[in-house]
């Protein structure tokens, strides 16, 4: 069983940056995509920015030249750099990643628990 963890969330000031980190507990035999998702209250969740395993990235209109996704494959481990950050990007990020445990299994969805990133003076 693959556990995503993540880290980095919190609380900083208008303009200012943070970095999340998701790390998967166990293997993959391949890996789809990763990506960035966000959940605002009362909202659906949507795609804040993802990478596929040639490195190909796709990101939301909203935090386009500002987020960065990036990828270490040695550590399993997914980023999101975010700089310039503004009030509105205020919400729970979740970290998944599309891939398969076995080389017979589907590709399955994992996701990670939630960070909380407010974004407030």
């Known amino acids: 069983q693959v556990q995503l963890v993540e880290s980095g ?8 940056s943070l970095r999340l980190s998701c790390t998967a507990s166990g293997r993959f035999f391949s890996i789809s ?19 596929t395993t040639d490195g190909r990235t796709n990101y939301a209109d909203s935090v386009k030249g500002r987020f960065t996704i990036s990828r270490d ?25 599309r891939g398969r445990i076995r080389a017979f299994m589907p590709p399955t969805d994992y996701w990670g628990q939630g960070t909380q990133v407010t974004v407030s003076s």
């Open 33 to 51: 995509s990763s990506g960035w998702y966000v959940q605002a209250p009362g909202k659906q969740r949507e795609l804040v920015g993802s990478i």
């Open 73 to 97: 494959n040695a550590e399993n481990t997914v980023y999101l750099q975010m700089n310039n950050l503004k009030p509105e990007d205020t919400a729970v990020y979740y970290c998944n990643i």
């Open 9 to 16: 969330g919190g609380l900083v000031q208008p303009g200012g």
